[in-house]
């Protein structure tokens, strides 16, 4: 079991930034991947970003090069960097932690982020 503690959403103006981050616990020696999903209103849950133990990243084109993900392994926490941030950016967003065999999926309960223009 891995559990997922997320913090850092809140209300921002248009162009302004926030921080977001994830701490997982329990069977963290299983993780290979975490990373943030979001959901808005009406619409399902796309990725925003992830980071694999390896270092290798995978962005959505509507975030690269205004949201940097990043992960302290030792720490078991992954940091979302969010610059520039637009209205479209408003949702909740769910820190994710990926284990392998059986591959499954770990859900944090969601923060909220919204940005006004």
């Known amino acids: 079991q891995v559990q997922l503690v997320e913090s850092g959403g809140g209300l921002v103006q248009a162009g302004g930034s926030l921080r977001l981050s994830c701490a997982a616990s329990g069977s963290n020696s299983r993780i290979v991947v975490m990373g943030w999903y979001r959901q808005a209103p009406g619409k399902q849950r796309e990725l925003v970003a992830t980071?694999?133990?390896?270092?290798?990243?995978n962005y959505a084109d509507s975030v690269k090069g205004r949201f940097t993900i990043s992960r302290d392994n030792a720490l078991n926490t992954v940091i979302l960097q969010m610059n520039n941030l637009k209205p479209e950016d408003t949702a909740v967003y769910y820190c994710?932690?990926?284990?392998?065999?059986?591959?499954?999926?770990?859900w944090g309960q969601g923060t909220q982020v919204t940005v006004s223009s």
């Open positions: 994710l932690a990926a284990v392998p065999m059986p591959p499954y999926n770990y």
């Open positions: 980071r694999a133990n390896g270092g290798s990243t």
